[in-house]
């Protein structure tokens, strides 16, 4: 009896050490993803009007898919999309995407900000 009460302790236990891996994973590569997404908004906020990568429309990373420090790679597409007179005439909103390879699905962290014109 106590060897099946055994059993099923270390069969629960290795479960949960199983889906806590995961579960870390997750969160490390989404943790990962929000920076990729930043790191593009801070490298658009100091650009002029009129620069490529603030003209209106949907821009990807010339690197994709990209590695957790942005260089060529890796198991991340990172895109960001223009448009304009959002949410006042004259500005522009910038929606950064990141996505990753994933077994079960495509996840994705989206960030958006406002840029006024320089």
């Known amino acids: 009896m106590a060897m099946l009460l055994f059993t099923f302790v270390v069969l629960g236990f290795t479960n949960s050490v199983i889906n806590s891996g995961v579960t870390g994973d997750s969160s490390r590569r989404r943790a990962q993803a929000t920076l990729l997404a930043m ?8 650009l002029a009007a009129g620069s490529a990568e603030l003209v209106l429309g949907t821009h990807a990373d010339g690197n994709n898919p990209i590695n957790g420090k942005g260089k060529k790679g890796g198991r991340y597409t990172r895109t960001w999309e223009i448009t304009e ?7 522009l909103r910038v929606v950064t995407r990141v996505t990753w390879r994933d077994p079960a699905r495509t996840p994705r962290v989206s960030l958006v900000t406002y840029l006024a014109p320089r």
């Open 85 to 91: 007179d959002a949410p006042l005439p004259g500005m």
């Open 39 to 46: 790191d593009m908004v801070e490298r658009l906020r100091p």
